[in-house]
């Protein structure tokens, strides 16, 4: 039995957002990504989950910079 496959779904309006931002964010979102594909909890994603408005989502670190994080829906 081999390891289960993460499926990852995109909405639209990310995919617009994240075409506006510059070539190396697009990058580094691009890697952590994958990452997060392959490895779920990398310390480097700094995955937790978000409370408030957002419970029931998560959250992963892009570039270091708290301003540009990507929520999860699990």
């Known amino acids: 039995f081999g390891a289960a496959i993460m499926r990852v779904e995109y ?8 075409s506006r931002l510059d070539p190396s964010i697009q990058q580094r ?3 952590r990504i994958k990452l997060f594909r392959d490895e779920p909890d990398h310390r480097v994603l700094n995955r937790h989950q978000l409370k ?11 570039t270091g910079d708290p301003d540009l994080r990507t929520t999860l829906n699990s």
């Open 11 to 18: 909405h639209r309006r990310f995919l617009k957002e994240t």
């Open 52 to 62: 408030g408005h957002y419970i029931g989502y998560e959250s992963i670190n892009v």
């Open 29 to 31: 979102l691009a890697e």
